[in-house]
Each structure stands twice: as structure tokens, then as C-alpha cells.
């Protein structure tokens, strides 16, 4: 079983929004804190957002405060990234990741465009 599997990736407009969800298997999803990634050619990997376990603190990056927000839901082992008023420059592949202390889990990707 894969422990972290991302869908929610596709095509939209600039100013549409999408809903990326990550759902965690294999260990213990609640003590984890959980964070989303991007990635883009000639660019390096870059920590999009991040909320602490169980949850109740979230971080993001000056590039998509107050356009991106994530939440957890532990009863469903699922993290969440919902982007709102989306821009060509948002385009990446989006990992999610886990994190415990040295222990790290991540996700193969979802591929997010926004074309212009």
C-alpha cells in the first residue's frame, strides 16, 4: 500500500480554483504533521503549505497566502490544499508529504496547470 496517494490535479483557468486531497495509509495519519510541495522545471521543490498534527497550525508561502488554504481530517486519514484564485505561475506537480520527527512519507504527485 502506498502511504500517501494525491489526486485532485488537472487543467483550469487563471482565477479557477481546484481542490488537491491526499489520502495516507500505513501509519498513524493524527501524529503526523502533513504538508503539500510543488515543483516546476528550473525550480527548486518548494514548501506550499504545511498544518501541524493534529491540526490547528498552518504555514504557507508568501507566493499563495490568502489564495490557498490547507486542512486535515483525521477521521478520513486525508489532507487537503484548496487553491482559489488560481495563477499561471501556480503550475507544478504538487506532493503531498508526512513528516515525525526523522520519519518522512511522500506522495508521486498530482499535476496542476493553469493556462493562460
Known amino acids: 500500500q502506498k502511504p500517501l496517494v494525491e489526486s485532485g490535479g488537472g487543467l483550469v483557468q487563471p482565477g479557477g480554483s481546484l481542490r488537491l486531497s491526499c489520502v495516507a495509509s500505513g501509519f498513524t495519519f493524527s501524529t503526523y504533521d502533513m504538508s503539500w510541495y510543488r515543483r516546476t522545471p528550473g525550480k527548486e521543490r518548494e514548501l506550499v503549505a504545511v498544518i501541524s498534527s493534529p491540526g490547528g497550525t498552518t504555514n504557507y508561502a508568501d507566493s499563495v497566502k490568502g489564495r490557498f488554504t490547507i486542512s486535515r481530517d483525521n477521521a478520513k486519514k486525508t489532507v487537503y490544499l484548496q487553491m482559489n484564485n488560481l495563477k499561471p505561475e501556480d503550475t507544478a506537480v504538487y506532493y503531498c508529504?508526512?513528516?515525525?520527527?526523522?520519519?518522512?512519507?511522500w506522495g508521486k504527485g498530482t499535476l496542476v496547470t493553469v493556462s493562460s
Open positions: 508529504n508526512a513528516f515525525r520527527l526523522v520519519i518522512n512519507y
